[in-house]
Each structure stands twice: as C-alpha cells, then as structure tokens.
C-alpha cells in the first residue's frame, strides 16, 4: 500500500534556528495537509493544499512558519525562528480528493531546546 | 462546523465488544462521519465513515441513528493491539472539508 513519506522522522533544534519538515504525498493526491499535534492533544490542522494552492491557513502561525508546495505534488514546511512552544508531532497527510479519507505519514517529531 | 463529544478514555479486555459513542448535534444535512485511530508515534489512520444506518467493513462498523445527532464506533472482539486512541470527525459535505480532530477515546484493552 502506497504511503506518505514524511523526513526528517526526529529533529531536535534550539529556539530560534530554523527547520524544515518534507513530506511526499501519495502519488496522485491532489490535497495535502500539514497537521501539528501536542503530547495528549488531538492533531490541529495548520494549512491544507489544493494542488499548489492553500485552501486553508488560517490556524499558521503566519509570523514563523510557512509552508509550500510548489509543483503540487512534494511540499515543505518552515519554522523559522523556533520558540520552544513549537515542541511536537508534525503530521502530513493527503488525500485524493477533499472528502476522501486521509492517510497520514509517521510524521516528524520535534524538540526545540 | 458539528462539534464532536466522545468519552475521554475506555478500558475494556481482550474479546470483548467495544462501542464507542460519539455526539453530533449540530450535524449538518450533507455532512457525515468518520473515524480514526492512532497509535503512539504514528499518523491516525482511516477506520470507517458513513452517512446514516450500518456500515460494516473487515475492522469495524458504525453505527448512525436516524436523527444522526450521534454515532457508535463498534469494535468486535477487541485485542491488546486495539489499544489506541479513537477520533470521530465530522466531514463536510460541500465545499472544501477541513477534519478537525477532538482529544479522542484512549481505549485500553487489557489481557
């Protein structure tokens, strides 16, 4: 079964250096989603795409992350500076269309120290 | 957006049924459920969705009243390798559908 590949799988960095999370959808899914979760929270979405186009941001914190992708297919996401609070699961996901079910990676585990 | 209320955590034991009940008041016409479950470290991932009535597939059924204000996940004969954390979204059914998650059910299962 096809999967979304998520790296780096663990990063640890110190407050306010930058990092940057990949992720590479299933071939073939035109939405791709950016979630972050916390120790014990449920995952919250950041940004959803749309092929190359954000649909949904409203929840990035818009003053140090950013996120893109450019081709519609692979897509990246920046936090620069990082604060200490940005300690968390970084999730992707895709699916084929908007209301198909997702599948998510394994996602990206981040300690800022 | 139809907010979703689910039991925080459940214990249950190996071979047993567990159902777990999720409310929706405010579930739109067109919207419907659907639920996901996530071990540590991982990704959620897909379980079931439906509309209305019974859907049943190899892992799981849902079960969706006539009034659809509420849903029941049923796990048949669980196992220690059920134990996860359940999420019951509600799907949009027009226009761009963002899936928020809940805290979700930590189901226990235990020999």
């Known amino acids: 079964e096809a999967e979304v590949a998520q790296s780096p799988r663990y990063k640890i960095t110190e407050k306010s250096q930058a990092v940057a999370f990949w992720c590479d959808p299933i071939?073939?899914?035109?939405?791709l989603y950016w979630y972050r979760q916390i120790l014990g929270q449920g995952p919250e979405l950041l940004v959803q795409?749309?092929?190359?186009?954000?649909?949904?941001d409203s929840q990035l914190p818009k003053d140090r992350f950013s996120a893109e992708r450019l081709k519609g297919v692979d897509s990246t996401l920046k936090i620069q500076p990082a604060e200490l609070g940005d300690s968390a699961m970084y999730l992707c996901a895709s699916s084929s269309e908007g209301r198909s079910p997702l599948h998510f990676g394994n996602g990206t585990r981040l300690t800022v120290t | 957006l139809a907010k979703t209320t689910q039991p925080i955590s459940m214990d249950s034991y190996e071979g047993q049924e567990v159902n777990i009940t999720c409310s929706h008041n405010?579930?739109?016409?067109?919207?419907?459920i659907t639920w996901y479950q996530q071990f540590p470290s991982q990704g959620p991932r897909f379980i079931i969705q439906g509309y209305k009535t019974k859907v049943t597939n190899e892992v799981a059924s849902l079960f969706i009243p006539a009034d659809r204000k509420s849903s029941t996940l049923s796990l048949p004969r669980v196992s220690l390798s059920d134990t996860a954390v359940y999420y019951c979204?509600?799907?949009?059914?027009?226009?761009?559908?963002?899936?928020?998650f809940g805290k979700g059910t930590m189901l226990l299962v235990s020999p």
């Open positions: 071939s073939g899914h035109a939405t």
């Open positions: 795409f749309q092929d190359e186009s954000v649909v949904d």
């Open positions: 405010n579930i739109a016409t067109n919207d419907y």
């Open positions: 979204l509600v799907v949009l059914g027009s226009g761009y559908s963002t899936l928020t």
